[in-house]
C-alpha cells in the first residue's frame, strides 16, 4: 500500500522537478498578478473608495457567510466519504477536511488530496476512498455553480453553459461514477471500493453544495449588495467555476478576481467591482484559515 501511493505520489511530483513546467506555472502566476497589479495601479483612487465604502459589520457578516459555505462543503465531502463506506464524526471530518484544504494554496492540484489521504488514513479511512471523495467534489461543485448561475443570472445571457449541463449530470450518475472509480482503481493496482457511491448519497451531497452556493452568495452580497442576492449568488457561482478550472494557480488566484469583476460591472464601476473581488477573497482566504484553526483544535480535544 505504501509503495503504490509512494508511486502515485512519484508521478505527480515528477512534473514538478520539470524547470519548464515549473516556468510556466510560475510564469502564468507573475502574468496574472502582473496584470492584476495593473489594473489595481490603474484604478488606484477608485479601489480606495471602494474599499472605504465597505463597513466592518458587513465585512463580518460576510466571514460568517463564508464559513457556513466552507461547512457546506465539508459536509458535501463527508456525505461522499460515508456513502463510499468511511462514515467520520463531524470534529475528526472537519480537521481531514479543513487543514487538507489549505493545501490548495500551494500551486498544483495533488496537495489537498494527497493531505486529505494521510490524515484519513490515521482515522481508518483507505486512501483509495479519500482520493474518490476529493475528486467527486470537483463535478459536483461544478455542476450546481453552472445550474446557480442559469438560474440566478439569467438564460438569456448564459444559455450557453447549457452545453455543460448534460456533460456534467453523465459524470454524475452514480453508475458512470463507480465505474471510473473502479477503472482508476485498477490502473493503479489497488483493490475495488468495497461500497459503491448511491443515487441518495449523490442526491445529499448535490443538496449541502446548493446551500454552499447560497452562503457564497450571502458572503457577496455582504460585500456588494447592488444587484441583489440573487446575482451575488450568481456571480460567485460563475466566477468560482472559472476559477477552479485552473489549476496551475493557488486557488484559481487572479482567475476568479478577474471572471467577478466582469460580472459585477454591469452594477459596479471597475474600481468598485475591483475593490469587492480582492475583499472577497481576503475574507475566504481569512476563513479557511479560521475554519482549519478550529476544526483542529477541536478535534485536538477529542484527541484525534
Not at 477608485?46 to 460568517?64: D, I, N, Q
Not at 463527508?78 to 500551494?106: C, E, H, M, N, W
Not at 458512470?176 to 482508476?184: F, H, K, L, R, T
Amino acid at each position: 500500500m505504501r509503495r503504490t501511493v509512494g508511486q502515485l505520489e512519484g508521478a505527480e511530483a515528477a512534473p514538478r522537478r520539470s524547470p519548464v513546467r515549473r516556468l510556466v506555472r510560475y510564469g502564468f502566476l507573475a502574468v496574472a498578478l502582473g496584470f492584476g497589479g495593473y489594473a489595481v495601479a490603474g484604478q488606484w483612487d477608485a479601489v480606495v473608495a471602494g474599499f472605504a465604502r465597505l463597513s466592518w459589520p458587513a465585512l463580518a457578516g460576510s466571514l460568517v457567510a463564508v464559513v457556513a459555505a466552507l461547512l457546506g462543503a465539508m459536509l458535501t465531502w463527508r456525505t461522499l466519504l460515508a456513502d463510499l463506506g468511511s462514515p467520520l464524526p463531524p470534529r475528526p471530518a472537519a480537521k481531514v477536511f479543513f487543514v487538507g484544504q489549505l493545501g490548495k494554496y500551494i500551486p498544483g492540484a495533488v496537495w489537498p488530496v494527497l493531505a486529505q489521504m494521510e490524515m484519513g488514513r490515521d482515522l481508518g479511512v483507505p486512501r483509495s476512498r479519500s482520493a474518490a471523495a476529493f475528486f467527486l467534489m470537483m463535478p459536483i461543485q461544478l455542476a450546481t455553480g453552472l445550474l446557480v448561475t442559469l438560474v440566478t443570472l439569467g438564460w438569456d445571457r448564459y444559455g450557453w453553459l447549457l452545453l455543460f449541463i448534460p456533460l456534467l449530470l453523465v459524470l454524475l450518475e452514480p453508475k458512470v461514477i463507480n465505474g471510473v472509480i473502479g477503472y482508476a482503481l485498477r490502473r493503479l493496482k489497488r483493490e475495488p471500493l468495497e461500497r459503491p457511491l448511491t443515487r441518495r448519497g449523490m442526491l445529499t451531497a448535490l443538496g449541502w453544495a446548493l446551500a454552499g452556493w447560497l452562503c457564497y452568495g450571502v458572503h457577496l452580497y455582504f460585500v456588494s449588495p447592488q444587484g441583489g442576492l440573487l446575482f451575488a449568488v450568481g456571480a460567485f457561482a460563475l466566477s468560482w467555476c472559472l476559477g477552479i478550472l485552473t489549476f496551475v494557480v493557488p486557488a484559481g488566484a487572479g482567475v476568479r478576481e478577474v471572471a467577478m469583476v466582469a460580472v459585477l460591472a454591469p452594477q459596479l464601476d471597475s474600481g468598485t467591482a475591483i475593490a469587492v473581488a480582492l475583499s472577497s477573497r481576503i475574507v475566504i482566504i481569512v476563513g479557511d484559515l479560521i475554519c482549519a484553526g478550529l476544526a483542529g483544535i477541536a478535534a485536538r480535544r477529542d484527541s484525534v
